[in-house]
């Protein structure tokens, strides 16, 4: 009953210009960005980026908060890349104490891996909110069919996908309910030490493990009862159809990328 | 008293717009011995209602008290209510874990702080209460019995906390008749003899109409009808508004009665009703004359 609602992943369901585009676009889009992002050297041009992808996230109505919430989990990163660079590279100390130095350099170098990180995520961010995770393993699918020629199990690895993200609220619902079962059954979860905690995983994981097996050969026989076999000769109930505007969009980007690399930017 | 629900209110994703209300504003009290019938529509709140007895949910706005104790209570009483009153989840054999029958039993009561004879006492005294052989069965794998085994086992790896309150959420669902009726047969036994007091949500108001006595129809989160299973039963048109169509042998009783013959609504099973047909047959052969009422 908790399950049902659960929103998967981090897709906002919006209805935006981004939101409309094709999945492969944007994954394209991600792909040029982060080359992009690792090909400039200077400050103006990480600026020229960022603000290109702030209007995109405008563009996607995305709330602000969404975005640097998806930069939480690498806070730690973020830091800890910081520090190192802080102390570690030579040049011009701006203090000194002991074995301690901090240099100039270090500080510019530090600055500069942080925002690099955080634009990467931003952009990653953009296309994760804004696609919806079947059409993201669509995309995916359709991007990695010309490495099929060469036995990439391109549609193997994408329905693997599908039926995965299908499962996570099926799969948390079930250990909700198994987890109150054994509370019912006067397991204490939240008391003991860690050893003790460790141990109290088992009532939990095993069963989840059985009827997850279960539950794979249930689904092999329905799949297989509806003639599934395999991606060939396989139609598609939503076929990926590009657009003037997609192609816009990419080429644009594109551009910018490229623009942003060649602009002689003094700093 | 042994369970008072006061006024309870309880939704799923609350503070979220996903909100769902499931319980709103029930009051009820279960009282020692009792053996009550939870029906309803799914999604109308009785499995939520269940887990609000035992503690495993805790009412967002209202009370639930356990002998006296309310539940939100913390530490060891909220321990002790889960003793008392013990929960059967649906499909209760989806928590099994364990490499043996006597173990899978024995977790509960090893979770109270119960080991060695006792332990093996209280293992064997439930596995009898539920008709499993102790000697033949303990060291098998609680997963290579059959269905209605494993739906036992389940049962008494609940059981085996010695709750004075059994609640179960559809004890019989997916078992063939035979398994059924051992189920139903056990738990009754458990009622008579033992004093358990029993609560039972079911879609088979043929299974509750053998074993219980009062009946709770709920509706969207809220108490529609409590009280007798005979009086909700013999008010087929009353009950099939909460979407519950009462048995068989009301069906037909009412079904007779609507047809001028006039045998008691309140008639529960096949042999109470073979019983009154019998009887009124017998009156008017005595009277020798029709039974048509004006």
Request: charged share 20%.
């Amino acid at each position: 009953m908790l399950g049902r609602s659960v929103v998967i992943g981090q897709y906002v369901p919006l209805d935006s210009p981004i939101h409309r585009l094709d999945p492969r676009v944007k994954i394209l889009f991600v792909g040029i960005t982060i080359v992009g992002l690792f090909l400039v050297e200077q400050w103006l041009a990480f600026l020229a980026l960022g603000v290109f992808l702030l209007v995109l996230m405008f563009q996607a109505h995305l709330p602000f908060g969404y975005v640097l919430r998806s930069l939480k989990p690498i806070l730690f990163l973020l830091l800890f890349t910081l520090v190192l660079h802080l102390f570690f590279t030579p040049g011009h100390y701006l203090l000194e104490y002991g074995p301690i130095r901090i240099s100039l350099e270090g500080l510019e170098r530090g600055l500069f891996i942080i925002v690099r990180l955080c634009l990467l995520i931003v952009a990653t961010a953009l296309l994760t909110l804004t696609t919806s995770p079947v059409e993201l393993t669509d995309g995916m699918e359709y991007l990695l069919n010309p490495f099929k020629r060469w036995g990439f199990p391109a549609h193997e690895l994408a329905m693997m996908m599908t039926i995965a993200i299908r499962f996570i609220p099926t799969l948390l619902q079930e250990a909700d309910r198994i987890l109150k079962a054994q509370k019912a059954r006067g397991m204490d979860f939240e008391s003991g030490g860690l050893l003790q905690r460790a141990r109290n995983l088992i009532p939990l994981l095993v069963p989840l493990f059985i009827n997850s097996f279960k539950r794979a050969e249930d689904l092999a026989i329905a799949m297989e009862s509806r003639c599934y076999r395999g991606g060939v000769g396989r139609t598609r109930l939503r076929v990926l159809t590009m657009r003037t505007g997609d192609y816009v969009f990419l080429l644009f980007s594109l551009g910018i990328v490229v623009l942003v690399k060649i602009l002689p930017f003094p700093w | 008293m042994l369970i008072e629900l006061r006024d309870v209110f309880f939704s799923y994703l609350s503070h979220t717009p996903f909100q769902v209300q499931a319980l709103e504003g029930i009051s009820l009290s279960i009282h020692r011995g009792e053996s009550i019938g939870i029906v309803g529509r799914t999604g109308c709140g009785k499995s939520t209602l269940a887990q609000h007895l035992n503690g495993l949910l805790l009412p967002e706005a209202g009370q639930v008290l356990v002998n006296g104790i309310d539940t939100r209570t913390r530490g060891a009483a909220s321990k002790d209510i889960r003793k008392k009153v013990g929960l059967v989840f649906q499909y209760p054999e989806d928590q099994f874990f364990e490499e043996s029958v006597f173990k899978e039993i024995a977790f509960a009561p090893r979770n109270m702080g119960i080991e060695g004879k006792e332990l093996e006492e209280k293992v064997q005294w439930a596995m009898e209460m539920v008709g499993l052989d102790f000697t033949g069965l303990k060291d098998k794998s609680p997963f290579e019995l059959s269905g209605g085994q494993m739906r036992r086992v389940a049962i008494a790896s609940i059981l085996s906390m010695q709750p004075e309150v059994l609640v179960l959420d559809e004890p019989t669902a997916g078992l063939d008749p035979q398994g059924k009726r051992l189920i139903l047969g056990k738990l009754q036994e458990l009622r008579e003899k033992h004093g358990l007091t029993l609560v039972i949500i079911s879609h088979s108001m043929e299974d509750l109409a053998r074993i219980v006595e009062r009946i709770i129809i709920m509706d969207r989160g809220k108490i529609a009808f409590d009280g007798s299973i005979r009086q909700a039963f013999s008010q087929g048109d009353f009950i099939k508004q909460f979407g519950i169509l009462p048995p068989v042998v009301s069906q037909v009783a009412s079904l007779l009665r609507s047809r001028g013959f006039p045998v008691n609504p309140e008639v529960l099973t096949p042999a109470e009703l073979a019983e009154e047909i019998r009887v009124k047959v017998m009156e008017k052969k005595e009277r020798g004359s029709c039974w048509v009422e004006a």
